[in-house]
């Protein structure tokens, strides 16, 4: 039977990509822009030639990873199979290897399929020697394996003149370490990454419809119309905008980016600053709430870090808030964990609410909010679901993908239960979104449809607002 013929079209960013000589490179891109078949080609096809053409080598060593066999199997070995179907496979070993010709000699490339469910698989790659790696969908992987992957490249042949990383991947959020390792050949189209790339890392960042003369005719347009309801996914899938994968089930029903995010940053309006602290463990958030309106809160900046104990934690909140709104009120609102008494190492006993009203931390005084869960996330829900209910500035990145899936119910015995754990995952998502539950349901706290008036749930808010000093006597 004859092989259908195919033709490798360059498209300009996978050009760039392809006469990089940086060792470390990742493509990024939306769903469909070739960037697989790319990865393939500089595997299978460029880099072989290039090692022959430059140092007279034969044989190259390749392993291609990704986060589950099936997806593996599926998607990524398909490729590869689909662009160089001549090879030999070893299905039990999950080896590929490729034969070519060129100039008088006999070209080898051979491939080891791998998948990674867990961070402990780092340990199939420990013992490997390789020329270099390919991990597609590189978001997915955890960083511990692309680290080992790293220390293995340029091992084979012997004493390789050459190392090679490859990743391919669809767009990160801001926060992911792809984002940030990278210098990028053109600027992602999102926030500009605050931390200074890797060494010796290119990324290549492809505009949306790159590819599309190469898909069926309307295939992103059908796209679109598919998950008109769902924005977040087509702004990262179709438009190849930074996003977040959705792990399991979200919080919050009512969240909509293009209506709560605002389109820009928020101003003081001179008013009461409201805090809610996530204040109980070692990964500290803080979330400042202005209320420029009855029933509106504006969420106007967020603090969180990966671990820092409370009294550091708190004095550069308050360092940050004087700079930012001199001489404002603020209410403080904590989790009630905060106030469980530890001993100290001096003697005696304490809690991080007291710490936090010590001068080390800048005397900040907490009261205690709602422990009950249930209440705190259909207080932010039901805000969200008014009209001018809840604004976000653009800043609070951390809590807006959050809000678009960070922050979210676990599936229970994998994909495809359908069952979901009664809590959110703990990670670094739940701290700020804790924090801002601890002040919204103070000052909002929901109530069942027809329960009572509105400004049941505002019942707080008039409270707090006769702390302020009086216009006319300043009392």
């Known amino acids: ?218 295939y992103y347009d059908d796209l679109l119309k598919f998950y008109a309801d769902n924005p977040d996914w087509a702004d990262t899938y179709v438009e190849g905008k930074p996003g977040i994968i959705v792990q399991g089930k979200l919080v919050y029903k009512n969240f909509k980016r293009d209506y709560h995010v605002a389109k820009e940053s928020l101003i003081w309006c001179r008013d009461v600053i409201f805090r809610g602290w996530d204040n109980s463990g070692n990964c500290p958030a803080c979330i400042a709430v202005q209320l420029p309106t009855a029933g509106q809160a504006q969420v106007i900046k967020e603090w969180h870090t990966e671990r820092e104990g409370i009294v550091d934690f708190t004095w550069r909140v308050v360092e940050d808030s004087n700079r930012l709104w001199p001489n404002a009120e603020y209410v403080d609102w904590a989790d009630p964990a905060g106030f469980n008494q530890f001993s100290k190492k001096i003697g005696g006993f304490t809690s991080n609410a007291e710490l936090m009203a010590s001068e080390e931390a800048g005397a900040v005084e907490v009261e205690a909010s709602e422990q009950n869960f249930t209440a705190r996330r259909e207080s932010v829900d039901q805000l969200m679901g008014r009209i001018d209910g809840l604004l976000i500035d653009p800043g609070c990145i951390r809590l807006i993908n959050g809000f678009l899936g960070g922050y979210h119910y676990k599936e229970i015995g994998g994909p495809g239960t359908g069952i979901y754990s009664t809590e959110p995952v703990k990670n670094k998502f739940s701290h700020p979104h804790d924090a801002l539950q601890y002040v919204i349901v103070r000052l909002f706290r929901a109530r069942k449809p027809g329960s009572g008036d509105e400004e049941e749930d505002r019942r707080f808010v008039d409270d707090q607002r006769r702390r302020q000093p009086d216009e006319d006597t300043g009392y």
């Open 1 to 218: 039977m004859e092989t259908e013929q195919k033709t490798y079209k360059l498209l300009p960013t996978i050009q760039r990509f392809h006469e990089s000589s940086v060792t470390i490179r990742c493509i990024v891109g939306p769903v469909g822009s070739g960037k697989t078949t790319a990865a393939a080609f500089e595997v299978c096809w460029y880099i072989p030639r290039q090692l022959f053409d430059r140092y007279g080598i034969r044989q190259t060593r390749w392993v291609i990873v990704r986060n589950t066999y099936s997806e593996l199997r599926d998607t990524t070995q398909r490729t590869v199979f689909d662009w160089f179907p001549h090879g030999r496979e070893q299905k039990q070993a999950n080896i590929y290897t490729i034969q070519w010709p060129y100039k008088g000699a006999t070209l080898e490339v051979e491939l080891l399929f791998r998948s990674c469910d867990r961070p402990d698989d780092v340990k199939k790659f420990k013992s490997l020697e390789i020329t270099g790696y390919w991990v597609d969908e590189s978001i997915e992987v955890a960083d511990e394996i692309k680290r080992m992957l790293k220390n293995r490249i340029g091992r084979f042949p012997a004493k390789s003149p050459k190392k090679y990383g490859i990743e391919t991947t669809n767009p990160p959020e801001v926060e992911m370490p792809t984002y940030h390792q990278f210098a990028w050949d053109t600027p992602p189209p999102g926030p500009l990454p605050t931390t200074k790339p890797l060494e010796d890392h290119a990324g290549f960042w492809q505009p949306p419809r790159e590819n599309e003369e190469n898909l069926p005719d309307g």
